[in-house]
């Protein structure tokens, strides 16, 4: 019902220069299946608790891996540390891929999970990071278009930094998902070498 009462305000009134909730400054961002988007125009005005957690997600992504990765490959090395006979080439390979992901130009992942907390409706709850509520948005946002959405919104506005084509931002993205394959690989394998 509230989702219908703002849609009606929107079309009679136009979009809200403030959230209705927080009396802050917002700007339309863009529409996903006729739902509209918004964002702070200033991220200081971003509730506390969800801050916090889009901060968490700009250190991931500037990071290039995230921390849940990042902790599973640390333990894949660990567990091979502590086994009779050392694996050094399986080490080295994990590092090797840790290294290669802090390289990287951008993580996709974590620039998708950045978006879900900048982001967002104006029936959604700010005053937190709804980890459920936002794994629908980031279904969602990978379901759009790579150029329209990813190139255009998300790379332009959350990492101005990165001077990437659409062109080699495509085959870039091919790599990434080739990455994380080999990632999976990583930490299943030895999984099922144990289990014989």
């Not at 299946?33 to 509730?47: A, G, H, R, T």
């Not at 997600?57 to 490959?73: G, P």
């Not at 495509?170 to 690989?185: D, P, R, S």
Request: charged residues 35%; aromatic residues 12%; hydrophobic residues 35%.
């Amino acid at each position: 019902m509230i989702k219908h009462l703002h849609r009606f305000y929107r079309w009679i009134f136009g979009h809200p220069k403030s959230h209705p909730d927080y009396k802050k400054s917002i700007s339309p961002a863009f529409i996903i299946k006729n739902e509209q988007y918004y964002e702070f125009d200033s991220l200081l005005d971003v509730p506390p608790l969800r801050f916090k957690r889009a901060d968490q997600f700009y250190i991931e992504q500037d990071m290039r891996i995230d921390r849940k990765t990042l902790i599973k490959l640390i333990d894949k090395i660990l567990e091979h540390c502590d086994q009779d006979n050392i694996k050094v080439s399986k080490i080295v390979s994990i590092a090797l891929d840790i290294k290669d992901r802090t390289e990287m130009i951008i993580e996709t992942e974590t620039l998708y999970r950045l978006a879900t907390a900048v982001y967002f409706t104006l029936d959604e709850d700010l005053s937190d990071y709804d980890f459920d509520y936002n794994e629908k948005k980031l279904k969602l946002f990978k379901e759009q278009p790579i150029g329209d959405f990813f190139f255009d919104k998300l790379m332009k506005n959350l990492v101005p930094q990165s001077n990437i084509s659409q062109t080699d931002l495509e085959i870039f993205l091919k790599v990434t998902e080739a990455q994380k394959l080999y990632e999976t690989n990583i930490l299943h394998i030895d999984k099922s070498l144990k289990k014989r």
